[in-house]
Structures are given as C-alpha cells and as structure tokens.
C-alpha cells in the first residue's frame, strides 16, 4: 500500500505529500507527511479513493426467513433479530420454568417425608426391597414415581433439622422464581427488556476490551468519497453578467488594499455587457438558479468553472438545460437548506408564493418546476425572506404594495400562488424586494427619470389590495421598469432601447420622498426609452494601467456575503 501511495504521489494523481513513512511496531502505523499549503482531509479522501486504505464491497442483504429466503433491509434484519431472540428467551424461560417446577415437585415430596420421618423409616424398614418400599409409600403418602425416587436416595445427613431448613429456603426461592419466570411469559415487555439487559451485558464485557472485539460505527455514506470531498472549502467570487456569462475566481485574486487605492482590474466583460450579479460564496455552498419560466436549477459552486479574475467567463447554458427563449432570472447562493427561511416568488401578473427552502434541497439535473407559471405569466423575481420579514411589490403604472411575508402561507413546490397586489387595467408588476430599513428603494422609469425614498415611506397593507403610489408624475416620467432595493455603496446600471449603457453611483440620487416625480437618471436619444435597471458593486478607481474596472471588489467595495 505505501509502494502505491508513493506511485500515485510520484505520478501527481495525488498532490501534497511531501514524505511517507512505515513506523509500524507492535501495531501498523503509516505516517504521510503533507505539505505546507495541504488539506489534511482533502489528501486523506484521496487516499480512501486511489489506494486500499479504505474499500468497499457490496453485499447482497439474502437470508432464510420463516423457511423462505427473502432480501431484507437493515431493518428488516434488526426486526429478525429481535424476534428470534424473543423466541430464544421465551423458550429459555419455559425451559427453566418446566425445570423450576419439577425441583419444586421433588421439594414438596421431601418436605412430607422428612415431616413424617418415623412412619417413612418403619415403612422402608418393613419392605423387602426397593420397589416393595417405594409401592408402600405411594399408597401411604400418594408419592409420584419421581418423588419417591428422591426419597429413596436421600443420605442420613438429610435428615437432620438444619437440612430441613435449607429444603424449606430452597423451596422459598424456587417459588419466587416460578412466580416470575410465569410473569415474564405473560408480559412481552419484560421479555423485550431481557433483550435490552442481555445486549447491555454483551457491552459491558467485551466494548471496553480494545483488543476483544471489532466495534463498526454506523454512519452515512462513509465509505462514498464524492467530488466535493476532493475539493477544499474555501472562499470565492461568483460574478454573473446581463448576457448570461459566469465564473468563479478565488477570493485570493483579490488583494486586500488600504483605503484610496486604485483597485485591481475586475471581470473582462463582452460589448453591452455587464456583471449583474457578484458575490462571495464557499466553494462547497449550493447556488440556486431560478428562471423566467418558473424553474429551479441547482449546482454546488464547485461546478462552476474557475477563471482568471480578467476573463469573460462561461456562457451559462453550458452548465443549465435551458430551454428556448428561458433565461436565469436570479441566483441564490445557500450554504445550508435548513432553518426557518422562505423562498418568495413575484409574477408580472401580480400572483405570489412562498415556499420552504427546505423543499429545494432535492433537484435533479434537469431542473425542477419551482412555481406553476399560468400562461402569458411569467416570473419577475425570487428572494429569501425570514418570516418577520416584509415584501414590496411596484407595478408598471407606478403602484407600490407592502405587506408581510407572513400574510402569504407556505405552499409546496408545484403551486401557483395567490394574489399578492390587484392590478388595474394592463398593469403588471416589474420588481419585488425584501424591505431593508437600512437600504433605500431605487425607482427608475420609462422616460429616464428615478428616485429614491425610504421603506417607511410606504405603509404595510394586506395582502391583495390594489398598494400605493410609489412614484408620481406618470405623465412625465412614463412607465416604472425596474425597482430595488439600494445601499449607498452600489452602484445602478440603466440599458435603454438603443442598446446604451448609464452606469451610476447610487449616493448621487439624494432620498426624496414617496410623492417626489424623481430626477434624470439617464439623458435618452430621441425616440429611446430606459428598458432596464440593475443593481451592481460600485464603480471601482482605474487601475494602474489606466484600464477602467468592472465590478470587481477591492477594499472600497466590500463583497455581498452569502444571504
């Protein structure tokens, strides 16, 4: 074995073994030396993968059951188990009852005869030989053949007072245990117990004896070393941009720099292209991947390819089975599925849901429908929320809808929804966020104007009413197209219908209130209309090389972590 640990080391199958050594003495130690940058447990799983450190067998679980061979589970094998040894013990106990029993009937005889001493002795005496005395006893005292036999057998120191108190205690305990032995077979609980009390017996003896027996810890999956087993858990950068290209980067390709510093060069990324989404992940976290049409993606951010911090990344399609005309909506990095967290869901026509995050830990290759989308619907947005948390909805003609998140009820995964806002007309909704007291809500329309004005501005309603203004001056500033929650250190990148491209720092929009009509946000060509806003990291300084920077993180923007 250390021969094929120094071949795999040798030919690189295996990386950061720096020594292997044989120190066995009395028992087998083998001592492999890492390297200084090394995963312990990352090199150990390689072992259990490559060598015969740790191998696996299949066994085929066939065994004879009530005379029929049968495949059975380990529960299955367990419930065998326990009920041969309940036969076992009933048996036993019937065995020592029957056995009890019969001791008790000699014990009963001697009792009599000794008791009856002189009249026993003149009766032997008078008899010729042994079957002419036992035949005269049975007929004087009503003896059976086995009692009369003990009779006959017993020695001259029996007779003495001092054994007849030992045949009246032994008699006193045998009664004891014959009253027991009955109740333990017209009890299965105390035969059950018996099980319990003799395993524990088993324990005790051996269990603390290291060298008497071989105890097997039962765990799940030990023996199965999976990719995610090879590869460290560590920290990195997931960038997504508008047209769909991702990639993952180390956190380490980023330098941590003092404040004022020009920043390192970010994501390289196509014409009218920019990142839409970045944040710091684990390698080891899941992402979920939710698409226009109301499907779910998972893929562990492992999977994602690792690119040089400057390179355009992957076109997404590549990793998800999309199919024609859908597209990632959102992606949400989750470390964990458990605890008390919602998905919640929006659709352009104003139908919500809240479902488990739980209830997505399970999602095939292909995807999974995460929410029934009703044809000509389609989905706007997904967010986590907690359930102390509230929900804002805006609408195309500008309608503003708070309320909690605890007003929608937690539906499985298939479902549609309910009614989260009444939409007037050929009103539709265009964004939902999670209220954040600590952020702003960032409005931009149609005609290029945006604002923005605090959560508390707008009031908690019920679920399903028709909401409030959320921005006035519809007549000037067309149409809401998008709406999210902001933080002073983000930046909004505003796309309009002749393909160009305003990137804006979001502390240069002071807070209005909610009845302000906003200000320019982007100036448009004649005939152009603003089509789109996204949220993204603030604008980094130029690099040394006088090359402007995407979003890209540096000390002065410090990275979203993992929601």
Do not use: W
């Amino acid at each position: 074995m250390i021969i094929h640990m120094a071949d795999l080391v040798k030919d690189k199958v295996i990386e950061g073994i720096s020594d292997i050594r044989d120190e066995s003495k009395s028992d087998v130690r083998i001592v492999v030396e890492l390297k200084r940058d090394a995963v312990g447990q990352i090199v150990l799983n390689h072992l259990y993968k490559h060598t015969e450190l740790q191998t696996t067998f299949g066994a085929i679980m066939l065994a004879i059951d009530g005379g029929r061979p049968r495949i059975l589970n380990l529960k299955d094998f367990f419930k065998c188990y326990t009920d041969h040894r309940f036969e076992v013990i009933t048996r036993r106990t019937r065995f020592d009852l029957k056995k009890a029993e019969a001791r008790k009937h000699i014990l009963d005889g001697l009792l009599i005869a000794i008791a009856n001493l002189d009249e026993v002795v003149r009766i032997i005496r008078a008899s010729k030989n042994r079957d002419e005395a036992k035949t005269a006893l049975v007929a004087r005292f009503g003896f059976t053949e086995p009692q009369v036999n003990a009779i006959l057998e017993m020695r001259l120191y029996q007779l003495t007072g001092l054994e007849r108190e030992k045949l009246e205690a032994e008699l006193a305990e045998l009664l004891a245990k014959i009253a027991d032995l009955q109740a333990i077979l017209a009890d299965p609980a105390r035969v059950y117990g018996i099980i319990k009390d003799d395993l524990a017996f088993i324990k005790e003896k051996f269990a603390s004896r290291e060298d008497a027996c071989r105890r097997t810890e039962i765990v799940p999956d030990e023996n199965e070393v999976s990719i995610k087993d090879l590869i460290a858990d560590e920290p990195c950068v997931i960038t997504l941009s508008n047209r769909g290209y991702i990639k993952r980067v180390p956190l380490t390709e980023y330098r941590e720099q003092k404040r004022g510093g020009h920043g390192v060069k970010g994501a390289q990324v196509k014409e009218e292209d920019f990142i839409r989404l970045v944040f710091v992940a684990q390698t080891h976290d899941s992402l979920m991947f939710f698409t226009n049409t109301g499907r779910l993606f998972l893929k562990d951010a492992y999977e994602i390819p690792e690119a040089p911090r400057t390179s355009f990344g992957k076109p997404l399609i590549n990793f998800l089975n999309l199919q024609e005309g859908e597209q990632a909506l959102q992606l949400l990095p989750i470390r964990s599925f458990e605890g008390d967290v919602d998905v919640f869901f929006a659709t352009k026509r104003g139908t919500v849901k809240k479902t488990l995050l739980g209830d997505f830990k399970n999602v095939n290759r292909n995807g999974i429908r995460a929410i029934n989308i009703e044809e000509g619907d389609e989905l706007v947005e997904v967010r986590l929320v907690k359930p102390n948390d509230d929900v804002i909805m805006l609408t195309h003609n500008g309608r503003a809808m708070r309320f909690a998140a605890t007003d929608v009820r937690r539906m499985g995964r298939t479902a549609t929804g309910v009614r989260g806002i009444r939409l007037l007309g050929d009103d539709q909704v265009v964004s939902l966020d999670a209220v954040d007291d600590e952020k702003t809500l960032f409005i931009a329309t149609a005609n290029g104007y945006g604002k923005r004005c605090e959560f508390k501005d707008f009031t908690r309603h019920g679920r399903g009413g028709q909401g409030m203004i959320g921005i006035k001056g519809a007549d000037r500033n067309g149409a809401v197209v998008a709406a999210h929650a902001v933080s002073d250190d983000e930046s909004v990148i505003s796309i309009t219908s002749d393909q160009q491209m305003v990137r804006s720092a979001v502390s240069d929009f002071r807070v209005q209130s909610r009845m302000a009509q906003g200000v320019k946000l982007v100036r448009l060509s004649e005939g152009a209309q603003l089509v789109s806003v996204s949220v993204c990291e603030a604008e980094e300084e130029e690099s040394d090389g006088g090359t402007e920077t995407d979003a890209a993180p540096n000390a002065e923007t410090p990275l979203p972590q993992n929601p």
